[in-house]
């Protein structure tokens, strides 16, 4: 038989976050609940004048082995699994003089946070909490009459629940809890399995586990039909996970999924830089001295494009920079910071997210990158792959200008980040023609071609964008068509990997049009 209502009067406290401890124990000895406890919990309750008994006095067993052995025994854990429903375990617990406990108040050792500041492993083993988990798992599991509390911001609905209840608890508040509870045991057993796997230099161990912690429920998915919410991981990487929203409605999802490309582009840059992202392609990026001319030329290379769409730079947001981008309707705004008169700028677009992520992302950094599959998971690490002036081969009889050179990088760099089949159009470190996610690369390169005519003619420029620019290629070309469509469009340069076995028809294509082209070795594929 399982009850309902269950009114406590035993709680055991032993937390490593003692945010809200004191206030919690005070109010459950005010109802009259008996309060157990380890270490520096038991003293920061005494302290506030509570009375707390010592779990070593409650067990008639002594703290052991630097403090690793406090609450291993029957008498706790007996306590927490005893069936409350059953005669049997009743008099068990009652011949052997265990009292049960009907809270727990347990938040663990911060492993995670050790292991994020970068501490030494002998640090980080013994902040790998035994006796922690083993209590919170047995008073889950006995959620029937068990309250399991994990976390200090689940304080408050406990003491809302005992209010509301004449000091008791219901079992569906319970379940719940105990829910949370495992949830949060096997995200910590997730952080260490990762880490042991990291000290191991095993980037893919026999069993991988991805565990996050829930940021937000979002409105909907992808479409209205869909429901989806959002969550962060434990990698300490600056971004959307870590970004605080300064103003303007709550975010939607394609708003994070676009802005996290946003951002994840705008970081390879070292000058000042700004990114605008659609659908999660770049249509506009350009890289200037500063981030008020980086934001004009990275509009001009397709405003049409622009609108509605999320702007990313990797410089605080300056007030001249605010003011030029208060006049374009953006659905996002994310930068490293931003001044007290840049927010000024932006305060009157409402709808306007910004964000500021309190630093940009090393695009160097390694990382996990985990995709869904029906049934399945795809884990690959991060593309950290940069490539610069050392490490391209000129193929061409003509060798590409300084000038050239300098936009061939940026033209690829930009490439690593727009999906599959890429062509990037660039020129004086800005785009001016971008083809993306087509099935055919000569699809993309007229494409390209065709956006850097239009956004030309809708300027009133006299000739197309794309002449005298050069190409980047996230793949080779499998063929010449590709390569020529680009030469047809205006473009000198082109930068490609290289390695298709036609790659000798497309550089006498590229001879035969004076064009200068390097291949860089390596592939920038985004699906």
Known sequence: MTLDLIRPIRALLSVS??????????????????????????????????????????????????????????????????????????????AQKIPPIDIVVSNLYPFEATVAAGKPFDDCIENIDIGGPSMVRSAAKN???????????????????????????????????????????????????????????E????????????????????????????????ERRPGVATARQVQGKELSYNNLNDTDAAYELVAEFDRPAIVIVKHANPCGVAVADTLIEAYRRALAADPVSAFGGIIAANRPL???????????????????????????????KTQMRLLLAGGVPDPRQPGLLVKSLAGGLLAQSRDTGRTG?????VVTRRQ???????????????????KSNAIVLAKDGRTVGVGAGQMSRVDSARLAGMKAAEMAAAAGEPKS?????????DAFFPFADGLIACAESGATAVIQPGGSKRDDEVIAAADERNLAMVFTGKRHFRH
């Open 465 to 473: 964008r794309a002449i005298g620019a050069v190409v980047g290629s």
């Open 203 to 234: 980037s893919f161990p026999e069993r991988i586990v991805v565990a996050g912690r829930r940021i937000e429920v979002l409105r909907y998915g992808e479409n209205p039909h869909q429901e989806s919410a959002f969550y962060a991981t434990s």
């Open 143 to 201: 959620h029937d009459a068990v309250v399991i509390l994990t976390d200090p911001s689940q304080y408050p609905a406990l003491l809302a629940e005992l209010e509301a209840n004449d000091g008791a608890t219901h079992l569906a508040f319970r379940r719940r809890l105990a829910g949370e509870a495992y949830a949060r045991t096997a995200a910590y057993d997730a952080a260490i399995a990762t880490w042991m796997a990291g000290e191991r230099r």
């Open 389 to 393: 002036g050392n490490d391209v081969r």
């Open 318 to 348: 300056d007030a001249e920079t605010a003011e030029q981008i208060a006049g374009l309707f953006a659905e996002v705004v994310i930068a490293p910071e931003a001044d007290q008169a840049a927010r000024a700028a932006l305060r009157g």
């Open 400 to 418: 590409p200008t300084s000038a050239e050179l300098a936009d061939l990088l940026f033209a690829f760099t930009v490439c690593k980040h727009v």
């Open 17 to 94: 976050d003692k945010q809200g401890l004191v206030d919690l124990g005070r109010a459950l000895a005010a109802r009259g609940i008996e309060l157990l406890s380890t270490g520096g919990t038991a003293k920061a309750l005494a302290d506030a004048g509570l009375k707390v008994i010592e779990v070593a006095d409650y067990t008639g067993f002594p703290e052991m082995l630097d403090g690793r052995v406090k609450t291993l025994h029957p008498k706790v854990h007996g306590g927490l699994l005893g069936r409350r429903d059953l005669a049997e375990h009743r008099a068990q617990m009652e």
